[in-house]
């Protein structure tokens, strides 16, 4: 299928007006958005953009979820905004700590539904792993979230809840009269959870604006990483509407291999892929693409995939992640030797790439890339049938 062919996804976005009282949730609403709705539900017109960066300031900057605390606004203007507005991030249904620090959060959204975010703490950052979609759609065969059917897109406002609800686990928000910590503790996000964000385009676009606002939760757009499974229509459009870095779930070296790892390729294949790459508007050698590769044991580890892989991405500024498979129940692959994963990473570093070997973090939690799932969507498939629909 060539790569002009529409995207079609049977998906349910939900609206932006919660059930109760048909009040509108704030969080998540671009500027514009705000100043429209603010207008709509009353406020004139000549006060709108003062009123939206008095909002905007509490909301994103304080983390406040109460008007009545908004104290640099009218108390009349306070219960009008409680009464038409609300202010609500998605419910942590539990948390669990790694050992090694890492946070890895259960977030109940609208209609019950569950994902996951995770929280991995280092020591010169702290990176932020958000979910774009519950499930997903893509069945990738070493993905565990790709074993969960897709239920539906997240909202703008469940995307930026997952970043509000981890400075509040971490008491990042910053407090009145108190000195200012310039530390910040979620200082990277990376759209990397379950989902593919491409998939779910409009709402990872303004979900982002809002968190690359500088005057709020002021993340800039380099500490932001969108992850994609190679949706090739939306590569470009997400350089120009987005602006963050792209990384790239390659984890093959011949379109027959991929196939069956990231069936995607069927559709828009190795060749297809880096064409559009090759062509994505913000590269340049000090924002590389990063491409993520999978090490399965005996099935893309060898030195000719090494080789293989060098060649295929000449001439893109790039780095390639080495991810040591993250094993879950019902796995149909194996981590490779750690040796082997030596031997590929000497190669593709002396082909001059960057090849870092990513540290498996929050194992023992199932927090780990390509574990992330929430149990209550779907029954766990057995390992017999997890292997018959990657065709091995």
């Known amino acids: 299928m060539t790569a002009t062919a529409p995207i079609t996804q049977d998906v349910l976005t939900l609206p932006r007006k919660l059930p109760e009282g048909g009040k509108v949730n704030i969080v998540g609403l671009t500027r514009e958005q705000l100043r429209a709705a603010l207008v709509a539900a009353g406020t004139p017109e000549k006060q709108a953009k003062m009123r939206l960066g008095q909002i905007w ?15 640099n606004l009218a108390k009349d203007y306070r219960a009008f905004l409680a009464e038409h507005f609300t202010i609500e991030i998605p419910e942590v249904v539990s948390r669990q700590i790694s050992a090694d620090g890492t946070r890895k959060y259960l977030v109940r959204i609208a209609g019950g539904h569950e994902v996951e975010t995770v929280y991995i703490p280092e020591e010169s950052r702290g990176t932020l792993c958000i979910s774009s979609q519950v499930g997903c759609t893509l069945t990738c065969s070493f993905c565990h979230t790709g074993t969960q059917k897709l239920v539906r897109n997240l909202t703008a406002g469940e995307i930026v809840g997952q970043v509000m609800l981890a400075r509040d686990d971490l008491g990042e928000w910053p407090k009145p009269g108190e000195p ?10 990376v759209l990397m959870g379950m989902g593919e964000p491409l998939y779910n385009f409009d709402n990872v676009r303004d979900a982002m604006q809002v968190v ?70 913000r590269l340049s050698n000090s924002e590389r693409i990063t491409f993520e590769y999978v090490m399965l ?38 981590r490779s030797d750690w040796e082997r994963i030596e031997a590929f990473a000497d190669i593709v570093y002396k082909a001059g790439y960057a090849s870092p070997i990513r540290t498996p973090r929050g194992e023992d939690i199932m927090a780990a890339c390509g574990q992330l799932k929430s149990a209550t969507e779907r029954a766990r498939k057995s390992s017999k049938e997890i292997a018959a629909e990657a065709g091995l």
């Open 57 to 71: 300031q509490w909301v994103y900057h304080w983390g406040v979820r109460d008007f009545a605390v908004m104290t």
């Open 212 to 281: 690359m606002d500088n005057e709020g939760l002021t993340l800039s757009r380099r500490r932001i990483t969108l992850s994609t499974s190679g949706v090739v229509p939306e590569i470009a459009r997400a350089a120009e509407e987005i602006g963050c870095l792209l990384a790239v779930s390659f984890h093959a070296t011949t379109d027959e291999v991929r196939d069956k790892l990231v069936p995607i390729n069927k559709r828009w294949n190795i060749e297809t892929l880096l064409n559009a790459l090759r062509e994505y508007p």
């Open 297 to 334: 044991k005996g099935v893309n580890d060898s030195d000719a995939d090494a080789r293989r892989l060098v060649k295929l991405i000449a001439g893109i500024p790039a780095k390639i992640n080495l991810i040591p498979f993250n094993e879950w129940p019902g796995a149909p692959y194996q």
């Open 180 to 189: 200012k910590d310039e530390t910040r503790l979620v200082s990277n996000v």
